[in-house]
């Protein structure tokens, strides 16, 4: 049992809450819960006592509707000014670019993510199809023979692409590249691929107008974010807290 200023938490309570807080081991989720449990219960109380309407019961933090009043009576949240949202976009222009386009073609040697003995061999018919390739071997012909794409029916062409179109991991390896074949095969869960860049368009840099206003939001609710953490912070050391100490708390509140 934790209490909290004479509030007492269960373990039931602990349990119940651990259903929001997926973990790679159960210690862990109960660690998060009875954390997202003390927070939310000190919320409540430092709402109480300002007269704002809280549930009497110890909700899940979902069903609490009393959290913005009191973040907005409690905690100044200072709004990012021009010149700081022009500074960021002078500092990140990689962030507001269009995407490049990319024509590509690909032969997919599939191997399924958890088969390691086809993923090897895949690997290795790869190495010798890119090596065919730098010799003068054509790409469409290698792609309607080995490909597991759909695409093999079109000589392995994928056409141009841009970011977000395909996979993470495949998309990481081809808009970092140059034109030309890759000389080494891109991984993806789907098994390896040899590619073909026939095509690279860079991406055209956003005005500022443009984005303002996302830039600000994101400025904004960065520093939202970080003045609640440290009011949460404020809470936790005023409080007499028995049963769970955030000292040794992995929490980014606790950093």
Not at 101 to 119: F, K, M, N
Request: charged share 20%.
């Amino acid at each position: 049992m934790i209490q909290v200023n004479n509030t007492s938490i269960s373990e039931a309570a602990i349990m119940a809450e651990m259903q929001y807080h997926p973990s790679n081991n159960k210690r862990s989720a109960m660690l998060k819960a009875a954390e997202s449990l003390i927070i939310g219960e000190l919320l409540r109380q430092r709402a109480k006592a300002l007269g704002l309407s809280v549930k009497s019961e110890a909700n899940h933090a979902s069903d609490d509707n009393f959290l913005d009043a009191l973040i907005q009576t409690e905690v100044a949240i200072p709004q990012a000014s021009s010149q700081e949202c022009e500074q960021y976009y002078a500092l990140n222009p990689q962030r507001f670019a269009s995407s490049p386009l990319l024509e590509v073609s690909h032969i997919l040697l599939g191997a399924a993510p958890d088969d390691d003995i086809a993923r090897v061999e895949a690997k290795a018919l790869a190495e010798q199809l890119i090596t065919q390739l730098q010799q003068g071997a054509l790409l469409s012909e290698l792609a309607r023979q080995y490909s597991a794409c759909p695409s093999k029916e079109t000589g392995g062409s994928l056409g141009q692409i841009s970011r977000g179109q395909t996979v993470p991991e495949f998309e990481r390896q081809i808009f970092s590249a140059a034109e030309g074949l890759l000389v080494q095969p891109v991984e993806s869960r789907y098994g390896y691929h040899i590619v073909y860049i026939a095509r690279k368009v860079a991406g055209k840099q956003l005005p500022f107008s443009v984005v303002q206003q996302k830039i600000a939001d994101y400025l904004n609710e960065k520093v939202r974010r970080k003045a609640v953490a440290q009011y949460i912070h404020r809470l936790i050391v005023d409080a007499q807290i028995d049963g769970y100490d955030f000292n040794l708390s992995d929490s980014p509140l606790m950093q």
